[in-house]
Structures are given as C-alpha cells and as structure tokens.
C-alpha cells in the first residue's frame, strides 16, 4: 500500500537556502549606481566592530549609502585596473580593500563627515584576545562594584551572591559579615586583573565587564577618499595626514 501523506513530517522551520550568486550581482550593482549618485566616495576600516555602532553609523547616514564586508566584490566592482575601472582613479582604491574595511557614498561635505567620525569613538568592554589598554586591579578590603574606578563615597559593595562567580574567576575572595573581602598575602595591594598591552583571556574580559571597566573604543578611520566631480584621489591617515594623487 502506499505511503499515507498524513505520516509524513513537516519541518516548518526549514528555510530556503540564500541565493549568493544574486547577493553578489545585487552588491555589485548597487554600488556602481551609487559610485555615479553621490560626491564622495570614503574607504573605512573599523577597529572593534560592534553591530550596535555599526547601526548608528547607519543611522546618522541614513540619506548615504554604507557597505561593509565582501571586499573582493567591491573591488571588481570599482575596477582593479585603470582599464577596468568604472569611474577615473576609482582603481587607486582597491588596494585599501583588505581586511574589516567598507565604503561609505555620501553628499555630505567631506569635513563633515572627517568631523562627526573623528569625535565618534564610543567606549565598550574588551572581548578575549584583544590587548589591554590599560592596567586594572581590584583593591584590598572591602571589594566595592566598581573596585576603586569611582571614589567609594559614590559607590556601593559588591553583592554577596557575586563572590562565588569572583572565586571561579580566580579572585582570592571570602564573605565577611555579608560582605565580600578580597583574601589577599600581607604587601599585596590588590588583586591584578590584567596588565598594559597583555592580551586578555575570557576570565579577564568578564572581570572587567564586571566592574565596569571598558577598554576598547570602537572606532571607524578613513583610509581614502574619492571624489565623484574632480576624480581625485585622497589618502587619509590615522595621523590625519592627507597625500593628494594627481
């Protein structure tokens, strides 16, 4: 007999596959339509991406256009070559297209742009395996929430039921009282959590998003410019060196 289609399993969450071919074609395209819509043109990198900054990127360039990632893509689609450029000098960018880069089209003014990206630097907690920027250490006595980051007439102790996550994390910690205290050997001045320019493992990074302690920036640095009416080419530095090429 046959099969009765009432045994069958229908998984409703299956989703269709991505079509990429089409991602790329559309990618393609887009930019290509934007290289002859807006003035500028600005080739970015961006140090410890976070997608939350990213979106307000976006949003405050809501009438711009922003593409990030896919680099070999936008490079074909700028030109590699003087002779398979789209527009003059758009080949001069596409040795800037390596690594965590994207391009931003925009009317705006370029000083405006240079401004509002300079001044852009909003702070987060460092993840595992970037380098510290800064040393941290928890102080003696009482361990207090922002461990000595604050004057402590501005600050409370630490809640009791933390000290088994602080001893897990390797910090010498007993409750007193209800309070927790940092367990430390006579002529120790508190409890290092990580150095100047170490690279930081995952109990360090928890520690520092414990207490506080943001030591990452995420920052978005323009490595050139293009502009659509003279073809020029401007190489931008992180020293805000400029080096016009004719």
Known sequence: MPVSKRARLVHESKTSKKNHKEQTRRLFANIRECVEQYEHLFVFSVDNMRNTYLKDVRTEFSESRLFFGKTKVMAVA????????????????????????????????????????DSFAPSDYARAGTVSTRAFTIPNGVVYSRAGEIPITEDEPISHTVEPTLRKLGVPTRLVKGKVMLELTEGEEGHLVCREGETLDSKQTTLLKMFGVATSEFRVVMKAQWDRDTHQITIREKSGAEMELE
Do not use: I
Request: charged share 20%; net charge negative; glycine share 8%.
């Open 78 to 117: 700028l030109g590699n070559t003087a002779e398979t450029a789209f527009a003059e000098n758009l080949d001069k960018l596409t040795p800037f297209l390596t690594g965590a880069v994207g391009l931003l089209f925009t009317s705006r003014s370029a000083d405006d742009v240079l401004a509002y990206f």
